[in-house]
C-alpha cells in the first residue's frame, strides 16, 4: 500500500516501528495536557502515523477525524483517513474519503492508488486497474502505481502483462525487491522456472530475511527437481520462520521425492504440530509409512484424514492400497467404493476396484470395473492387459485377444501381453504367431521363459518351440 510518505513532504519520516513505546507514552501525556495540544494539528499527524505504523488503526481513525475537524479541505488528511478505514477493511467508507480527497486535490497520483488498492479488496479489479492508469497519467513513472497494477495484474492471471510492468520498474530501478519477488511469482505460473528462480534469488540478495521468498524459492527449486536445493530453501525460511506448516510440508515431500521416507515423516509431523487438521500433510503423512511397508501406522494416518474431510476420497484409495497389500481385499473393496461414490471419475480407482474384486473371485463386477477404467482412459495399457487376461482365464477368447491387441497398440513392449496372447494362439494351434509372441516376451522380460516351461511342460520338446526354449 502506498505509504504517508508525501503527507508532510518529509524524506526523514520514521520507519514503521522505528518509535519507541516511550513516544507513546509522551503522546498520552500530550493529550492529557489539555485542549491546546489536542488541536496541534502536527502533534495530531505525528499521532496518526504513529499509531497507523502500529496497525492501532481504531486509534488512528479517532486521531484523523480530529485532524479533518481543523482542516476539513486537506485532501491528505481525507486520504490518511482512507487509508485508515482500508485497513479496518471498511472498504466503502474509505472509497468515498477518497473521492472527497480527489476533490480537493484531483492531480495527487498517490490518491489514485490508494483508491485502486481498496477498489481491488473490493474486488472490483478493473475499476481498481483504471485508478492505476490514472495515476501513471499524472506521473508515468510512479513505483506505486506501476507495483500495484502489476500485483492486480496477476490475481486476474495476465501474467505476461504483469510481467511486463515488473519489468519496466526493474529497469528503472534494479534493486526494487519487491518488483523482483513478484516477477518472480509471474515466472512460477508461466512455466519459466528458472526465470523465476533467478527472481527469487534476486529478491533474496535485497531482502534476506524473507521467509515467503525462501519458500517460494523452494517451490520453485521442487518443481524443476532440485530436491536437495529446495529443502535448502526450505531450511532458511523455517529458519526465520519455525512456526510455518506450509514450509515443513512441502519440506517433507522434498524429502519424498529424494525416497527419504523417515525425514519425510519427521516433516509431516511437524506440519501436524503446528496445524492438526491439516488433511494433505495426513494424507502425505500416511503415503509415506505405506511406501516404508507399515501398513499399519499409514492406515491410522489415513482414517485421520478421512476423520477432518469424509470427502477426502484419496484418503480412501491410500488406505484401501494398504488393506489390499496387508491381503484384506474386503476392507480394500468397501474403501474404494466409498472413494468412487465421492469421485467417479478417476480411473486408477476403478482399476484398484478391479483387483480387488479379481482377488475376491467377483470376475464379473472385475471385468466390469475394468471397462469403467477403459471408458475414462481408453490407452490405460495395464487395464487393456488385465481385462484381457482375465476374460482369457474364463475362457472368453475372441474378447481376450482384442483387449490383448488393444493393450499392445497402447504399450508395444507390453510383455505380459505378448505371453498372454501367446498363449491364447497356443489355445488355437496359432504355433508360428504363438512363437513369434513369445519370442517379443522373452526378449522383453527373461523371466517369463521359466514361467512359459512352468505352464507349458510338455512343449520344451515341441518342433515348433523347443529351438525358441534352447536360446
Not at 495536557?33 to 479517532?62: R, S
Not at 473393496?333 to 480387488?356: F, T
Not at 482412459?377 to 481385462?387: H, I, K, L, R, V
Not at 487376461?389 to 474364463?394: C, Y
Request: glycine share 4%; net charge negative; aromatic share 12%.
Amino acid at each position: 500500500m502506498a505509504g504517508f510518505d508525501n503527507f508532510d513532504e518529509d524524506e526523514h519520516l520514521p520507519r514503521p516501528n522505528d518509535r519507541s513505546d516511550d513516544d507513546l507514552r509522551r503522546f498520552r501525556e500530550q493529550l492529557k495536557n489539555g485542549e491546546k495540544d489536542i488541536n496541534n494539528t502536527e502533534a495530531l499527524e505525528e499521532i496518526i502515523q504513529f499509531y497507523f505504523d502500529h496497525a492501532q488503526f481504531e486509534e488512528a481513525l479517532h486521531f484523523v477525524d480530529r485532524l479533518i475537524s481543523f482542516e476539513p479541505f486537506s485532501g491528505d488528511a481525507w486520504q490518511r483517513k482512507g487509508m485508515i478505514l482500508n485497513n479496518l477493511y471498511r472498504y466503502d467508507e474509505a472509497l468515498t474519503c477518497y473521492e472527497k480527497a480527489l476533490q480537493l486535490n484531483p492531480t495527487d497520483p498517490e490518491v489514485f492508488v490508494n483508491r485502486g488498492i481498496t477498489l481491488d479488496n473490493l474486488n472490483r479489479v478493473e475499476e481498481a486497474l483504471q485508478c492505476f492508469n490514472s495515476g501513471l497519467e499524472l506521473e508515468p513513472f510512479y513505483e506505486d502505481a506501476l507495483f500495484h497494477k502489476g500485483v492486480t495484474l496477476e490475481k486476474q492471471e495476465k501474467f505476461d502483462e504483469a510481467v511486463a510492468v515488473f519489468r519496466m520498474m526493474l529497469d528503472m530501478n534494479p534493486e526494487h525487491p519487491d518488483a523482483w519477488y513478484e516477477l518472480g511469482y509471474c515466472y512460477d505460473f508461466l512455466e519459466k522456472l528458472e526465470e523465476s528462480a533467478k527472481c527469487y534469488d534476486e529478491h533474496i540478495n535485497r531482502d534476506p530475511y524473507n521467509y515467503n521468498a525462501w519458500y517460494n524459492r523452494g517451490i520453485v527449486l521442487n518443481r524443476l527437481g532440485q530436491y536437495t536445493k529446495s529443502i535448502e530453501s526450505y531450511d532458511m525460511a523455517l529458519a526465520i520462520k519455525e512456526d510455518f506448516p506450509s514450509a515443513w510440508y512441502n519440506k517433507g515431500n522434498a524429502y519424498a521425492n529424494l525416497g527419504k521416507l523417515h525425514d519425510a515423516i519427521d516433516c509431516f509431523k511437524m506440519t501436524l504440530q503446528h496445524e492438526p487438521e491439516d488433511i494433505p500433510a495426513w494424507h502425505n503423512l500416511g503415503n509415506a509409512y505405506e511406501e516404508l511397508g507399515l501398513y499399519k501406522e499409514a492406515i491410522a494416518a489415513f482414517t485421520t484424514a478421512i476423520k477432518h474431510d469424509e470427502a477426502h476420497y484419496e484418503s480412501y484409495f491410500g488406505r484401501g492400497s494398504c488393506y489390499d497389500s496387508m491381503e484384506q481385499p474386503k476392507k480394500a473393496l468397501l474403501d474404494y467404493k466409498k472413494a468412487i461414490s465421492i469421485n467417479p471419475d478417476y480411473p486408477e480407482l476403478w482399476h484398484a476396484k478391479g483387483d480387488a474384486e479379481y482377488n475376491l473371485d467377483k470376475v464379473e463386477e472385475c471385468l466390469e470395473s475394468y471397462r469403467m477404467v477403459l471408458k475414462l482412459d481408453a490407452n490405460d495399457a495395464e487395464a487393456w492387459f488385465d481385462y484381457g487376461d482375465t476374460l482369457f482365464e474364463i475362457g472368453k477368447i475372441p474378447e481376450a485377444s482384442e483387449a490383448l491387441n488393444s493393450c499392445l497398440k497402447s504399450a508395444p513392449q507390453f510383455a505380459p501381453a505378448h505371453y498372454t496372447l501367446a498363449r491364447i494362439q497356443i489355445m488355437l494351434h496359432e504355433h508360428k504367431a504363438a512363437v513369434q509372441s513369445l519370442t517379443k516376451a522373452f526378449s522383453l522380460e527373461p523371466d517369463l521363459m521359466k514361467q512359459f516351461k512352468k505352464d507349458y511342460p510338455d512343449l520344451k520338446t515341441h518342433h515348433d518351440f523347443a529351438p525358441l526354449l534352447k536360446k
